[in-house]
Every structure is written in C-alpha cells, then in structure tokens.
C-alpha cells in the first residue's frame, strides 16, 4: 500500500500500535510495508581491516555510462585468499548518481553480486552495495573519499540506525586493455535494505514527511549531525540523501548519507544550494526539524558523551591515512561545534531557534 506524507501530500503515519489505536490495523499496515526477503546476513563489514580488492571491468565503456537507466556492465572482483592466492568473483557494475556522475574523471559504481556468485566468500550476504570510490585520480580526492567515511564511522557511534562502511584498497583494472588504471581507497557501504533488516524493520520510500512524522530524539539526532559536519545538502521532505527505515517497533528513523559536500569534508566542488543563506559549506547552518529543548539537549549530552570516541577515530588505523593538516582541520571544525552546543545561548540561536517543521 503506497502512502505519502502531510505537506501537499496524503498523512503518513508516525506509528502504527499505539499511535493509531488498533493492532489489526497495525498488523495490517506492517505487512503492507515489509520488505522483501533479504539476502543472507553477512559479515562482511565485521572487518575493519581494509580489504584489498582487484575490481576489473571495462572502464572506457563505463565512463560513457550517463543517466538514469543505464545497464550492468560485467565485472570481476578479486581479493587474497587465505593462502594468498586470488579469489575471483563474477559480478557486474553500473554508474551510479547525477553530480558526480557529470564531475568526476572515473564514475561511482554500484556493484551486484550474485547470491550463488558470492556465497562462501567474503562478500557473501551483499546485493547491490555502492562502491565509493575517488573522483579523480589524484591524493587530495582519495583523501575526501577517506574523510567521507570517517563521517559515516561517526554517526555509527551514535546511533545503530546507520549504515555499515568497509574500507577497501581497490586496483582498478580495464577489462579491455588489462592495464591498472590505479590503486586507491575507496570504502563499500551497507544497503539500505540491509540495515532496514539488521533493525527489524523496512525501508519506507514515499515523500512528503514533516516533524509529526519522527520521534522528537531521532529527528533532532539527524539534524545535529548534519550540523555538526556541516552538510546543507539533505531533505527529509523529499528523500534528498536520507532514507527513512520504520524499525521493529514502527519507529519512523530518518537516516542520513552520502556526505561528500559537508563542511568537515570540505571537498573543491561543495557549493551550497544558491537558496540557502550560506556562502560556503564550512558555515554551519541547522536545517533540522523543530523539537523540545529538552530533547535538543539530550542530543547535546550524547555528542558530548561520545567526543573522547569521536575524535579518537582520527588517530586510529584509518584516520592516520589522513594527512595531519587535514586531522587538524577537522578537528578544529568540530571543536566549533561543541563551542555551540556547550553554550545555552549560542546553541539556542544556532540550533533551536532555526529549526523547521518541514525540511
């Protein structure tokens, strides 16, 4: 059953027990929206060892790959086995997004494994996960994919309801010459259906949600994290890099993604919307859903609690890839941040009084 959301739109339910009074329509609703059978559970993001990978497919034809229905394109995807040799695994890949399809000298791709294809080895359980991957084939864009993943590192501190990451070291291979084009850091990421099904719940794809539509924490938990690294560029209203998963208990969780025009990024080609009242990325600017003080300040209290884990994340095995110029940026940004929220006055005018029914 498709519903869409208040706002110009149809309601959407917050929840379906208690919310709506009634267990048979819950019932009922529930099943309307579950998702399909998932694939195996798999491990493969268990790991935080970067995995090297050999990913080889013909790029030249791939490049040319633009739009929205273009075709899967065959592949193989190679790693060391526990001897050392390679295990290879037939799959196949496509070009994925709009900006940085247009943008980008090598294009984001989204891999397919097949469930025979991949069973017994390390990608067993992936479907269709995207492969984040550089732009251009240079240090400094490497570094945005690795400071972009970091941001995914720390929403998983403070939240399950976020998606896996597994770093990889991919050396990309042109099926067509059997050239190495390069070798680079690039990082997979778990499927929204994936992390719908390890919460117990279902992704929910219709558009239109406002505040009603959200727990008061869980929407003043997305909104402070895009605050706080800085990223304009999202809408819960219209599904604009964020995803809604209704969990186990028929909670409506919004759940951010694709960071790359954050402020703590800071890539070359983040612009702001020209609509928003910012000039660069780097300006902090709240665009989340209105909420109680009270639950922006148990927000607060949680990113506080999680600091020492936080900031941690950029001297451990993967945050020392990064250049330490770029650590210390990133840590000044967000000792800005917590200058915010750790002043009530500050943080009322940055944050609260900012807010938006509708984002």
Request: glycine share 6%; hydrophobic share 40%.
């Amino acid at each position: 059953m498709s519903r869409t959301f208040s706002g110009g739109c149809a309601v959407f339910v917050l929840a379906f027990g208690a919310a709506l009074g009634g267990s048979t329509t819950a019932a009922a609703q529930a099943r309307d929206t579950a998702a399909p059978k998932p694939k195996p559970p798999t491990h493969f993001f268990d790991l935080e060892a970067p995995l090297a990978l050999t990913l080889t497919a013909n790029f030249s034809r791939l490049r040319h790959d633009k739009g929205e229905k273009v075709p899967w394109r065959a592949a193989t995807l190679s790693y060391p086995g526990p001897d050392g040799g390679p295990i290879t695994v037939p799959v196949t890949v496509r070009t994925r997004g709009f900006f940085r399809l247009k943008e980008c000298a090598f294009p984001p791709l989204r891999l397919n494994f097949g469930r025979k294809a991949a069973a017994g080895t390390v990608f067993e359980g992936l479907d269709k996960p995207k492969l984040v991957n550089y732009c251009q084939d240079n240090d400094r864009y490497e570094e945005y994919v690795l400071q972009e993943l970091q941001l995914y590192r720390i929403y998983a501190l403070l939240t399950p309801v976020s998606h896996k990451t597994r770093l990889v070291r991919a050396t990309y291979v042109d099926s067509a010459s059997s050239k190495i084009q390069t070798t680079r850091y690039g990082f997979i990421l778990e499927e929204p259906k994936a992390l719908a099904a390890r919460v117990g719940g279902a992704v929910v794809e219709d558009k239109g949600a406002t505040a009603a539509d959200f727990e008061p924490y869980d929407a003043a938990l997305v909104g402070v994290f895009q605050y706080f690294i800085g990223n304009p560029d999202w809408s819960a209203a219209f599904l604009h890099n964020a995803e809604i998963v209704r969990d186990s208990v028929f909670r409506n969780i919004l759940v951010p993604y694709d960071f790359d025009f954050a402020g703590a990024v800071n890539t070359s080609y983040a612009v702001p919307d020209s609509s928003l009242p910012i000039r660069s990325v780097r300006e902090r600017l709240f665009r989340g859903h209105c909420v109680p003080a009270d639950v922006y300040a148990r927000v607060f209290a949680l990113f506080n609690e999680r600091k020492g884990a936080i900031y941690a994340l950029y001297s451990d095995h993967i945050g020392r890839l990064l250049r330490p110029r770029t650590v210390k940026e990133t840590l000044e940004y967000f000792d800005d941040f917590y200058r915010t929220i750790n002043s009530a006055r500050v943080a009322k005018r940055e944050i609260a009084d900012a807010c938006h029914d509708v984002q």
